[in-house]
Each structure stands twice: as structure tokens, then as C-alpha cells.
């Protein structure tokens, strides 16, 4: 698959991150909009190949924290899952990393507020 790369963006799996304003402290509501702006930018390299990364506010509770989509179709996290295993990646594992560096970005974000 390797020699396909980068794949058109139709065929990429979208990645929806929705970050709790919550997660930035008391006044997190006063900056997660500058906050998901600065992150949507670190996240934009990481495997970016075959990854369309999305990360917003989690305003809507009722939405999922992670959402996929391949096209502008929502796929279950067992779909993604397969999506990912084509790039030698485990959904969990790979999970883990957004969440560790999501962590690294706003201890660094906090930082510089």
C-alpha cells in the first residue's frame, strides 16, 4: 500500500477529535476555540498520507468525543479499525497516541496562556 501513498482525500480516514473545553481548566470555554485552531496544526502532519484530522470543540455532549469518516460517511469504530490495520496500525494503540498527545498539547497550550 505503501507505494499508493498519499491517498486522494476521499478515500482518507477523517478523524474527529471534539475536545471538552473542560480539559483546558475552569476557563477552558474562554480559549478552546484557540486551543483546537493550535492543535488542528500539530495534528495536520501526523500521518496525513492516509489521516484527515479534525479537532473541534465538544460544544453538542450528545456527539461522540472521536467520530470516523471515510468521505462524508460516519464508520463505525470496527470499520476504522480495519481501515487502520491495512497501515499496520491497532485502532487502540493509535487511540492512545491522539489521547497522549492531545495531553502534551494542552499542558503546552496552558503553558502559553
Known amino acids: 500500500m505503501k507505494e499508493h501513498l498519499p491517498l486522494p482525500d476521499e478515500k482518507k480516514l477523517v478523524v474527529v477529535c471534539r475536545v471538552e473545553a473542560g480539559c483546558l481548566g475552569s476557563k477552558g470555554a474562554d480559549y478552546i476555540d ?10 495536520t502532519a501526523i500521518e496525513s498520507d492516509y489521516i484527515i484530522w479534525q479537532i473541534i470543540p465538544r460544544r453538542d455532549k450528545s456527539m461522540p468525543e472521536m467520530q470516523y ?19 499496520e496500525k491497532r485502532l487502540g494503540h493509535f487511540e492512545d497516541q491522539m489521547h497522549e498527545k492531545l495531553g502534551f498539547l494542552i499542558e503546552q497550550h496552558l503553558g502559553r496562556t
Open 34 to 43: 484557540a486551543f483546537c485552531e493550535f492543535a488542528q496544526k500539530e495534528y
Open 69 to 87: 469518516r471515510i468521505n462524508n460517511k460516519n464508520i463505525s469504530r470496527d470499520q476504522a479499525s480495519k481501515y487502520l490495520e491495512v497501515f
